[in-house]
């Protein structure tokens, strides 16, 4: 199950684990009114070149908005970035077992960005009980850009339609959090945060994507 965003680094990480003869499934968190249609389409066209590699593709479109408000009005703001990545590989997961996939996949990459540290990673991985695989982990930037043109995901990926990751960012995100403060963070969300999990699972969008379409 690969989680797959508008960016540079999702796809790349997805044909990477495809061409060692991986079937993929596909999961793309949407923040509709936050995020447009284009950005929408732009995934679904990620997915399909990404197909012409792997084969038809499952796309499961989860509805993210509710949850990414609840994290933004309940949470520090310098966490927000890693409580929204938690829920995210917890959805992911669920989706992940659903339709008896084995590991969960992203393109991640050592301190790329604030959530991309090693003790972020540590964060996020512990919500996951399949093992997580990042391809991309130890690559540069332009090593995965170089791979991206390659494969001819670059000039999509690189489309000006935001998708949700970076609709609330914070100004100042922790580098180096703190798991038993990120867990009591996430208690501030006891009260709403089931309810809206399964009404996200409940609603997803389900395609299949193939590069012939």
Do not use: W
Request: proline share 5%; aromatic share 6%; hydrophobic share 40%.
């Amino acid at each position: 199950m690969l989680l797959l965003s508008g960016g540079i680094d999702s796809p790349v990480a997805g044909y990477m684990i495809s061409k060692r003869g991986v079937e993929l499934e596909a999961v793309y968190f949407n923040a509709p009114p936050y995020t447009s249609e284009r950005a929408k389409q732009k995934v679904i066209d990620l997915a399909r070149i990404v197909s012409g590699y792997s084969g038809p593709i499952k796309l499961h479109i989860v509805n993210f908005t509710d949850i990414q408000l609840a994290i933004y009005e309940k949470c520090p703001h310098d966490e927000l970035t890693i409580i929204m990545r938690r829920y995210m590989m917890r959805i992911a997961e669920i989706i992940a077992k659903a339709d008896g996939c084995q590991a969960l996949i992203t393109g991640e990459s050592i301190g790329q960005v604030a959530s991309q540290t090693m003790q972020s990673l540590y964060c996020t991985n512990e919500v996951c009980t399949l093992p997580v695989f990042r391809p991309c982990i130890g690559m540069d930037k332009q090593d995965i850009i170089d791979i991206s043109e390659k494969i001819e995901t670059y000039e999509t990926s690189i489309l000006p339609y935001e998708d949700c990751c970076t609709i609330f960012v914070a100004k100042h995100p922790v580098t180096k959090p703190n798991l038993n403060i990120i867990k009591r963070s996430e208690e501030k969300l006891d009260d709403v945060i089931e309810d809206l999990m399964k009404v996200s699972v409940e609603t997803i969008e389900v395609m299949s994507v193939t590069a012939n379409d």
